[in-house]
């Protein structure tokens, strides 16, 4: 069975620039999750969609945005890119169909670097 | 918003020894996990705590969730090099509703010299 896909893996963009990052979740997975992961703040929560819908936001400016499909496939969006934005971002997909958050099964990341 | 202490942020061992990660949070939380991160990996789930005063075993490792519902351990027994890594917790709080938002640790940086 496949694991979370995201694409691409590598990417590097300037400031101002805008970036699209990919996730295909586990199939049969409907909720997806990304998270940036920074050095300095660690894992932090971003979104969650399930059935298209986003349930759930965590503490980003609304540079940051998401979407999901109907085939549960998930693409984020980071508009006029700063330094700050230089991270990993992970996306996790799970079962969950319920408010309480279950095992979340991450993909490898997408690593963004902003000069 | 919620925040999970988790310490020690790095710990040295020699092959054999005993390591010990623990998370803190000062609300009551709704379950707890916990995950692996290798070097240039992802985090991969190792198990979910959910009740008061759990403990559950995999081989060397042993996760506890308190009474209280407020901390967490996990302690793996004569590490080995296959157990370098980061070790994350990760929570939710009680009473709401999380939908894929977990609150991560700091995380806890393991280095097992042979």
């Known amino acids: 069975k496949a694991g979370v896909t995201q694409t691409p893996r590598y990417l590097i963009k300037t400031r101002g620039q805008q970036v699209t990052l990919s996730c295909s979740p586990i199939?049969?997975?409907?909720?997806v999750s990304w998270y940036q992961q920074t050095p300095g703040q660690g894992l932090q929560f971003l979104f969650e969609?399930?059935?298209?819908?986003?349930?759930n936001k965590g503490n980003f400016p609304g540079r940051f945005s998401g979407r999901q499909f109907s085939n549960s496939r998930s693409e984020m969006n980071v508009s006029t890119l700063e330094l700050g934005d230089s991270a990993l971002y992970l996306c996790?997909?799970?079962?969950?169909?319920?408010?309480?958050?279950?095992?979340?099964?991450f993909g490898e990341g997408s690593r963004l670097t902003v000069l | 918003g919620q925040q999970v202490m988790q310490i020690p942020q790095y710990q040295h061992v020699q092959e054999g020894e005993d390591f010990t990660t623990y998370c803190n949070s000062s609300?009551?939380?709704?379950?707890i996990q916990w995950y692996k991160q290798r070097p240039g990996g992802h985090p991969v789930f190792l198990i979910q705590?959910?009740?008061?005063?759990e403990v559950k075993k995999q081989k060397r490792l042993t996760f506890q969730f308190g009474e209280a519902k407020k901390n967490s351990s996990l302690h793996i027994t004569a590490t080995q090099t296959t157990d370098v890594g980061t070790y994350f917790c990760?929570?939710?709080?009680?009473?709401?509703?999380?939908?894929?938002?977990?609150?991560f640790g700091q995380g806890t940086i393991l280095t097992v010299h042979p």
């Open positions: 996790a997909s799970s079962w969950e169909t319920q408010a309480n958050t279950g095992e979340l099964f």
């Open positions: 199939s049969g997975h409907r909720s």
């Open positions: 969609y399930f059935s298209e819908t986003q349930r």
């Open positions: 609300t009551t939380l709704s379950n």
């Open positions: 705590l959910v009740k008061s005063g």
């Open positions: 990760a929570a939710t709080n009680a009473g709401g509703t999380s939908y894929g938002k977990l609150t």
